[in-house]
């Protein structure tokens, strides 16, 4: 476990759920990734977000899809790529990536409470 936080440090983490409206592979990545493009709706808008998510998820199977995100992270260049956002996930028991998705519809922008 880390450290105690405040609730008021929590709010400063601003976790919104989007679609994703794109996905590619991302080859030239350090380590295998998937570029997105993600809609969180018109408070937000579009952003771009590179996840180490190849272990389970194709980007076919991306599209459409409902994602967890912090949407206040400066962006970050990730190679030739900059992410906005950062795509939330958990590390199954052999380490990839599985993302953290709601189980009940939300709309495009909603954030995490």
Partial sequence: M???ISFDDFLKVDI???TVVAAEPY???RKPAIKLRIDFGP???EKRSSAQITHHYTPESL?????MAVVNFP???IGKFMSEVLTLGF???SG???LAVPDKTAPDGARLM
């Fill in 2 to 4: 880390t450290d105690t």
């Fill in 16 to 18: 919104r759920i989007g």
């Fill in 27 to 29: 080859p030239e990545a």
């Fill in 43 to 45: 408070e937000v808008g």
């Fill in 63 to 67: 599209v459409g899809r409902k994602v």
């Fill in 75 to 77: 962006p970050r260049q």
């Fill in 91 to 93: 590390a199954d028991e």
């Fill in 96 to 98: 990839a990536i599985v």
